[in-house]
């Protein structure tokens, strides 16, 4: 795994603050120690981020019983139909952005889904109102997508598709759910599920005290002052011992 940087923003003068991004070329072999090292895969390249994921076989015993709602059914698709099927899954993704106010374009306009690859879908009454996607790597799934229409918001689909997922991933033996970065407002809702974990950069934490005080930093910086007060009150916290 060759690990590289990219370093486009930095001052000095007046701020100690330098914008670094890590990447890393991942061989398929090394995929899974990326993941557990905090990098996600981008498809062209891996980038390190504070990332999340699921201890599976915690959810599973302490996790709350989650019914599924009349009227709700599920099938999973291979990632080449749902390739072939991406009308479907576009008008989704659409109205998921637009109802949580994100800024995003539909990631399959420049990414391929390949067989390796599974897309759960959801139906409402025998239409379908959500997906979610994995990809697989060893013993641990990267649920790096999930979109729902908010059509019927009593369903609670995101709740049950997690869920779902992880049940389903408990029975087939996988051992950790990644569940992309961790940053901003819209991440809160992780620190709330039983088995949670974040990378803090150097190692895995169950301390959602933590992981909550990074977001709430995240939502707090407008500008580089904010962002030298950020960096002055929490980058203590992981100096090396």
Excluded at 125 to 146: H, P, T, V
């Amino acid at each position: 795994m060759k690990i590289w940087y990219e370093h486009p923003f930095g001052r000095l003068d007046k701020y100690d603050i330098q914008l670094v991004k890590v990447y890393a070329e991942v061989e398929p072999e090394e995929e899974e120690l990326a993941l557990a090292q905090g990098f996600i895969d981008l498809d062209d390249k891996w980038q390190q981020m504070r990332s999340t994921r699921i201890n599976i076989a915690e959810y599973v015993k302490t996790a709350p019983t989650f019914k599924q709602r009349k009227g709700v059914t599920t099938e999973k698709w291979k990632g080449s139909f749902a390739q072939k099927h991406l009308n479907l899954l576009e008008p989704i993704y659409d109205r998921y952005i637009e109802h949580n106010d994100f800024n995003s374009r539909f990631p399959f306009n420049s990414y391929t889904l390949k067989d390796s690859e599974v897309v759960w879908c959801y139906y409402y009454e025998d239409q379908l109102c959500a997906w979610s996607i994995w990809s697989k790597y060893g013993k641990s799934i990267d649920n790096w997508q999930f979109a729902w229409d908010y059509a019927q918001p009593s369903l609670h689909l995101g709740r049950f598709s997690l869920y779902n997922e992880i049940h389903q991933a408990h029975e087939k033996n996988y051992k950790w759910f990644y569940l992309g970065g961790g940053y901003d407002s819209s991440c809160k809702w992780k620190a709330d599920i039983p088995g949670f974990e974040w990378w803090t950069g150097k190692e895995w934490s169950k301390d959602t005290g933590e992981f909550l005080m990074h977001i709430n930093a995240d939502c707090f910086v407008e500008d580089l002052e904010d962002l030298d007060n950020v960096y002055r009150s929490i980058y203590g916290l992981h100096k090396p011992n």
